[in-house]
């Protein structure tokens, strides 16, 4: 039983798993700060002072709280145009490095010595 446990916790796709996990959850802190500390005080403490609001939460209409709506879609787009660039350059590095590859992997053409070979097996056809 145990070494079937150890199989099973040892195997890459759980260890990747775990990986995964944990830096999203390091991406998450980022993505917080970034917002907290960056895009609140620029763009939306602006627009809450000129409401008489101190915090996102308390937008209400008509006894309805979407205070807390809006910041959860203002950190769903934030995450999600980060996530975006982020995909695009790791999909525009996996691409450059398969264009090494490619040209790496491209067949060579015959060497010096082959060339000669070649040349003397003609002169010696000719005579």
């Known amino acids: 039983m145990l070494k079937d446990l150890k199989e099973f916790l040892l195997r890459g796709n759980v260890i990747d798993l775990a990986v995964g996990v944990i830096i999203a959850n390091a991406f998450g ?3 917080t700060s970034l917002i907290t500390d960056v895009i609140t005080p620029l763009f939306l403490n602006p627009i809450l002072k000129a409401a008489n609001l101190e915090q996102i939460s308390q937008l209400k209409w008509n006894g309805i709280a979407y205070g807390n709506f ?3 879609v203002i ?3 934030v995450i999600g145009t980060v996530l975006f660039f982020i995909v695009k350059s790791a ?3 996996q691409s450059l490095a398969k ?7 491209a067949p060579a ?16 056809e000719k005579k």
């Not at 010096?112 to 003609?122: D, F, N, P, R, Y």
């Open 29 to 31: 802190a980022i993505v």
């Open 70 to 72: 809006l910041s959860a």
């Open 75 to 77: 950190n769903f787009l």
């Open 91 to 93: 999909e525009k590095a």
């Open 99 to 105: 264009k090494k590859e490619e040209v790496e992997e």
């Open 109 to 124: 053409g015959p060497t010096e010595l082959e060339v000669l070979q070649e040349i003397k097996a003609l002169l010696a």
